[in-house]
């Protein structure tokens, strides 16, 4: 099993605070909202882990790198994130998706 996080865009419905980072990195009780995620497919399994990036996308890449405690991260940059939505961002990372895969939001918030 796989996970596919897209997060390409711009979050402009959390401005001001995505003025300078990505939503998946707004802190919500001081971690980024991505890390949340990365542990819930942590926790259920997941080994492998694709995020479609756009919006200040080496944010994400610098922050989280090739791997995050365990899990191997990859990186797909959709580069019209502006002119798209979600679904584009899921068609460019079709490639990835040679198994079953848990699809998520970058904006999601659980524990």
């Given at each position: 099993?796989?996970?596919?996080?897209?997060?390409a865009?711009?979050?402009?419905r959390l401005?001001?605070l995505?003025?300078?980072?990505?939503?998946?990195?707004?802190?919500?009780a001081?971690?980024?909202?991505?890390?949340?995620?990365?542990?819930?497919?942590?926790k259920a399994g997941?080994?492998?882990?694709?995020?479609?990036?756009?919006?200040?996308a080496?944010?994400?890449r610098?922050y989280?790198g090739?791997s995050y405690r365990g899990?191997?991260?990859?990186?797909?940059?959709?580069t019209?994130?502006a002119?798209?939505?979600?679904l584009?961002?899921?068609?460019?990372a079709?490639?990835?998706?040679d198994?079953?895969?848990?699809?998520?939001?970058?904006?999601?918030?659980?524990?």
């Amino acid at each position: 099993m796989k996970g596919l996080i897209l997060s390409a865009g711009m979050g402009t419905r959390l401005d001001p605070l995505t003025r300078t980072c990505p939503k998946c990195m707004v802190h919500v009780a001081g971690r980024p909202m991505m890390e949340y995620q990365l542990d819930a497919l942590r926790k259920a399994g997941v080994v492998e882990c694709t995020i479609v990036v756009g919006y200040m996308a080496d944010a994400v890449r610098d922050y989280f790198g090739a791997s995050y405690r365990g899990l191997n991260l990859s990186y797909v940059e959709n580069t019209v994130y502006a002119e798209t939505n979600n679904l584009y961002s899921f068609w460019m990372a079709r490639a990835e998706l040679d198994d079953d895969t848990l699809l998520l939001e970058a904006d999601l918030v659980f524990d």
